[in-house]
């Protein structure tokens, strides 16, 4: 741990939920207790993984992935970087910037305002606003623009 400052994390009945679910030999869920063999059990299973569905990606993941994730996503619903802050234990808002930029960069490429059209007037409109056509139905046109976050 870079700055040894443990905390504990609650998890949401979700997750909890998930965890139990999962294959076990015993009562505790994560039963290694070095953290370098726990590193070569999550190398292992990215591998398997990887080869399984064929999909690489599964072999950049890491256990700081998930702590990225976690802060980003806190960022994405709070909007708040001292409240992200407080939750990464970060002591230099500097490093809790970062997941500002790659939070942005995310919602600019994944989200959307969706809008429909009745009618090509309506849909006219729409097209000189910047949406661009997803799709015609029987009933009109789906369109949708990025989102923009401040």
């Known amino acids: ?27 505790k869920i994560f039963t290694v207790k070095k953290s370098r063999y726990l ?14 569905t064929g999909n690489p990606d599964f ?17 994405f619903k709070t909007k708040d970087i001292v409240e992200t802050q407080r939750f990464a234990r970060h ?6 910037l970062r997941y500002v930029h790659i939070v942005k960069a995310w919602v600019k490429e ?8 009745e009618d ?5 409109k729409y097209l ?4 661009e056509l997803v799709a015609k ?3 009109g046109y789906c369109l949708r623009k990025p989102k923009t976050i401040a």
């Open 128 to 131: 000189r606003e910047g949406y």
């Open 120 to 124: 090509k007037e309506e849909l006219t």
């Open 137 to 139: 139905t029987e009933w």
């Open 59 to 75: 072999l950049k993941i890491h256990f700081h992935t998930f702590r990225h994730f976690a802060i980003s996503w806190q960022y």
């Open 1 to 27: 741990m870079k700055g040894h400052r443990t905390w504990v994390y609650p998890i949401s009945d979700e997750l909890c939920h998930l965890l139990m679910q999962l294959p076990r030999k015993s009562e």
């Open 91 to 96: 002591c230099n808002i500097q490093n809790t």
């Open 39 to 52: 590193n070569d059990a999550l190398r292992k299973y990215k591998i398997k993984l990887a080869r399984e």
């Open 110 to 117: 994944n989200e959307y305002d969706v809008v429909y059209a």
